[in-house]
Each structure stands twice: as structure tokens, then as C-alpha cells.
């Protein structure tokens, strides 16, 4: 089977063209790593566009090829992702795939997908018309055009891979199917070897921003910093303008509990933190399917997470890790105090977590359910 996939070089994102290889988000090069495992079955042609041209590699694994787009500034979002479009469909064209999956409604590759010419589903990473609707998004702000342009391509598509229920009931009354199948994780973070440091660390990871709610959870904290010794250390980009960085940047320079250590992603860099943490905390108002948890639960390091939108998924409360209300500062509190203060519990969490990560998020085992799907829409 010949699949093309549309994903984000994060080259484009961050503007890193110098960089001598692509590099994907987390959930799309787990997939990929799936994929990278069955030569035999499968043959995979990665479609990614870029705003400056970037030295690539022709294959990035033996049944993988790479094909990295020159797409001018004028052909993204400002006239509605036309040149992403127009290019994809060229070079889809060559290809000649059986299927074009779309990774993700954040940017160009949803759009590019339904409108290649061929056979398309999509995986929704992040729902954004329900992040807009907490952000409280602004008529035509980027996060307003993201949930219409998500809105737009969803029915277009032969259907959605939803990487949780929570996308599954959000997208049940457009899509034309849905499937059920959790995002991969990288498999080296079941080599994790953890070694908590004492006095316990505890580790907050995502951006720093209204949804993943630091702020809050910080103050949620105060009173049991002042009685208990610990450190959270705080991982996430912050932008400089921004008032809600801004507030962070300040509560966490007052404490000295705190540590916030910049943004950090990928196994190498998260390696060493995961290894000394006692636990993983998630205080988010909102999230699909994040990734830190399933990392944290491969490399054994017990989650403390908030009960909203697909963690509930990832997590069973008090089997696989804690679940906890993040809109209440007692019941956020009080989840981390019993992390800290009850070990044989936290261990054990960690065990099953790590077992379930094992069955259900390891890339061979999500690529072969992702085979399945094409096959199935071609069938139709």
C-alpha cells in the first residue's frame, strides 16, 4: 500500500531552515517509527510544505520518502493555504498514493488533503474550534480561522482518526466515519530508567498559556509549599508579549519552589527530566490527546492530570494515575500532595501506566490499526 501523509516540518514552524533534516511533531514521527517497522506492507511518501527552501534528505527511513515543498509566503494562510494547496496536489499527482492522510487541522495539511484528488482521512491533533472557544478567539484571529478551516475539511474528508473519545463526539455529526486509535509514542521512553531526586520534583509540561492553566496551579499550590518541601519545575514556550507569560514569568520568579527550564521536546531532552521526576502534572482547562502523558506513563513517571477532554482516555483515575478537577485549586493540591506523600501508590500507578502504554501506544501497534483504516476506505 502507497500512502502519502501531510504533516508539519517543524523546520516551517520554527523557522529553522538550516536544519540539515525534517523533524515532525511528537505523535506524527512516533507514527512514522510505526510505519519505518513494516517495509514489507507499506511504502510512505512524507509531503510537507515550507516557506524557504531546506536541505532534505531523499528517504528518512528505507520505506519512507520525504518531500519537502517551496511554497511562498503568499500561498499560506492569508489566501486561504492555495499554494500549500496547488503544491501538494502536484506532487501527490507523481506519487500516485492509494490514500492522503492528513496530519492535523492546525495548519495547511487538512485543507491539502481534501483537496488532493484523492482518497483522505485526517487525524485531529488538536480540536480547534473547541481551543478557540476557550481562548475566547476573535473574529478572523488565527485561532478563529483554524476552527473554520477545521469546520470546512472535516466532511470533505472519507472520515476522521480520532485519537480520542472526546474528538469522536466533537467531530461525530460532520465526519463522514470516525475511528478510534490513540495517538504513538516514542518507544525509547519505555527505556526511561527513573531515579526520583529528593526532596521530590514534579514536573509541568506544555505551553505556558490560558489552556494549559500554570497560573492557576501554581497559586493552587502556595499552601502546601509551606508545608511540604518539593519543586515543580515548569517546561514550555512562553511568548515574550504576552500577558499570561508574563504573569507566569512573575509567580514563578516569587517562589523559590518553582523552576521554570524554557521549552524542551523529544526524548533526548526530556529524557532527564522524566528520570528525576516524581510525578507528571497536567492542569489543563483543555486537551486532546497530550502527549507528555503518554510519555510520562511510558518512561514510568506517575500522572497527575486534569479530568477534561480526552485525558480520561490515557488516564484511569487511581489505576493508571490520578485525575483531578482543574478548576479547583483544593482538588489540584490535593492530588499532588497524594503523590508525594503516598510513594507505594504513586508506584503502582506508574506500573500499570506503563504496561497500558505498553498495549495500547507503542507505534507498531498504532500503525498496523492505521493500515486497517486505509484499507477499509478503500474498500469503500
Known sequence: MKIAILTTDNREYGKDYGHPTPYFGTAPQALLEGFASMPEEVEIHVISCLQKIAPSPEKIADNIWYHGLHVPKIGWL????????????????????????????????????VFSGYPSVLTIHGNMRLVAAVHHARPF????????????????????????????????SRAKKTWLVPNAVNPRFFDAQPAPTEPPAGLCIGVIGLRKNQNAFIRALDPLAAKRKF???????????DPYSQEFLELVKSRPWCEYSGFRSGYEKLKPYFEKASLLAL????????????????????????????VPD??????T????DSQSAASMSGAVEKMLTQPDLARSLAIQAKRLAKERFHPAIVAKRHLEIYGEVLGR
Open 141 to 172: 484571529s488565527y485561532l478563529w480561522q483554524m476552527a473554520k478551516l477545521e469546520a470546512f475539511t472535516i466532511p470533505r474528508s472519507e472520515g476522521v482518526v480520532c485519537i480520542t473519545n472526546y474528538t469522536r463526539q466533537a467531530v461525530a
Open 283 to 310: 492542569p489543563t482547562l483543555e486537551d486532546n490527546c497530550p502527549m507528555v502523558v503518554l510519555e510520562a506513563m511510558a518512561a514510568g513517571v506517575p500522572v497527575m492530570a486534569a479530568n477534561v477532554g480526552g
Open 78 to 113: 492569508r489566501t486561504g493555504y492555495q499554494g500549500c494547496i496547488r503544491a501538494v496536489r502536484k506532487k501527490v499527482r507523481e506519487i500516485n498514493p492509494d490514500i492522503v492522510h492528513g496530519q492535523g487541522t492546525e495548519r495547511d495539511c487538512a485543507i491539502s488533503a
Open 231 to 241: 519543586k515543580m519545575i515548569f517546561l514550555g514556550g512562553t511568548e515574550e508579549k
Open 314 to 319: 490515557l488516564v484511569e483515575d487511581s489505576k
Open 321 to 324: 494515575g490520578l485525575l483531578c
